[in-house]
């Protein structure tokens, strides 16, 4: 009896583009700019020298496989799944995912606002307060081409509105955020822990206790 052999080891990175080599061939170029313009690009955010490669990756794995296309003197490698890619990403899909993981550098050095002074602390939140009212402008636009059916794949645009969705209620909450804490320490006397600071630490700790009770008195009902 033969084995069946086990399933190659790939990155989450290996199965995005697996998964949007099922919607059509793209040479690695394209791969990049749909990556870049996409929800990926918030969801799964890579380098583009790490997208570039992955391709030749699935190949190897006999998951895509590439062919050479000539325009004129030009010539590009396309990449297309295999049968044994489809199989293979289908199987991936049906296992459970991994939860989000944060990563913010403004927000890093707040958490080390103590080790500088008030001012900078500050203008650490108000970039990500910026930031946000760059992405809502830059999501109004996106919204309007969706609506006109300016979409790459219009037949995927309900999978297109959940990814912005979730994207959309992160960067509001990061937001909302750094407003809170823009008011809070516009009334700071120093970065150092002193009397205001603290109470109001304690009573926002104070707060999500009664808050996180409520809660499970309520699912446990």
């Known amino acids: 009896m033969t084995r069946s052999s086990p399933r190659p080891r790939l990155t989450t ?10 919607l059509k061939p793209f040479s690695a170029y394209e791969l990049t700019g ?4 996409s929800a990926l690009s918030f969801l799964w955010p890579r380098t583009e020298a790490s997208i570039y490669r992955e391709p030749k990756t699935l190949v190897a794995n006999g998951l895509a496989r590439s062919r050479v296309q000539r325009n004129g003197r ?26 989000p993981r944060f990563e913010c550098e ?10 500088t002074d008030l001012e900078s602390l500050r203008m650490h939140l108000a970039s990500l307060c910026d930031d946000r009212q760059a992405q ?3 999501a109004e636009e996106l919204m309007n081409d969706w609506l006109a059916g300016r979409l790459q794949f219009p037949d995927r645009i309900h999978y297109t509105v959940l990814a912005a969705d979730l994207i959309d209620r992160l960067q509001r909450t990061v937001g909302e955020w750094a407003s809170d804490w ?12 002193h009397d205001l600071n603290e109470q109001q630490a304690r009573a926002l700790l104070e707060d999500w206790l009664t808050e996180h009770t409520a809660g499970g008195r309520s699912a446990g009902s």
């Open 182 to 193: 823009l008011d809070r320490t516009e009334l700071w006397e120093q970065t150092g822990l």
């Open 136 to 138: 809502s402008d830059r």
């Open 13 to 22: 990175t290996s199965f995005a583009l697996l998964g949007l080599l099922q």
């Open 74 to 99: 030009r010539e590009r490698t396309v990449y297309e799944i295999t049968a044994a890619g489809r199989r293979t990403l289908a199987a991936w899909l049906r296992e459970p995912g991994g939860g």
């Open 106 to 115: 403004a927000a890093v050095k707040a958490f080390f606002g103590d080790a």
């Open 34 to 37: 749909y990556m870049r313009r």
